[in-house]
């Protein structure tokens, strides 16, 4: 079993969690929000984030993959496109962490391709050191050095997102 100890704790997390949301809340207050979860890796943010919103909203998800050759040379397929009309909506997309920046400067070029009124970015991780196109994000829980890390929905090789902390991967530990 995995017995990391946590870099950011539960507590922590949902601290911020609700941090993020009150600031979501007033900014969307007289919006026609659509919060859209980027799986797999957000699915706990999305979920804790999106029940301390307070303003109407509602929730699409879109399902993208990376493939990187190296760092700067990033290939993005989408396998899933929310179904939500997202013409003329306010949309949030919603990251576990942004670390190129590759995946989601593709995806936000896809989403703006939909003509939303206004678009921003959220993510609850930012590993600003290996970021190689630079994208606009608008919520930003916690910056984090350049480690792999997984828990609360981060995974290594699809393990590990039901640690409900974050911690940084070791190999030994697997
Ligand atoms: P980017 O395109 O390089 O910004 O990578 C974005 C995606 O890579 C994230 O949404 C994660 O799914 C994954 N990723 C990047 N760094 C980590 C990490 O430290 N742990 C787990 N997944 C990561
Ligand atoms: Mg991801």
Known sequence: MFIGTPIIS???IQLKVRELANKISKDYAQKDLIVIGILKGSFMFFSDLIRHIKSPLKIDFLIASSYLKDSSSGQVKIHYFPREN??????????DIIDTGISLHFIREKILEMKPSSLKICVLLDKKERRVIDV???????????????????DYQEMFRNIPYLTIFKKEAK
Do not use: M, R
Request: hydrophobic share 40%; net charge negative.
């Open 136 to 154: 606009p994000i608008d919520y930003v829980g916690f910056s984090v050095p350049n480690k792999f890390i997984v828990g609360y929905g981060l």
């Open 86 to 95: 997202l013409t003329d909506k306010d949309v949030l997309l919603v990251d």
């Open 10 to 12: 539960e507590e922590q």
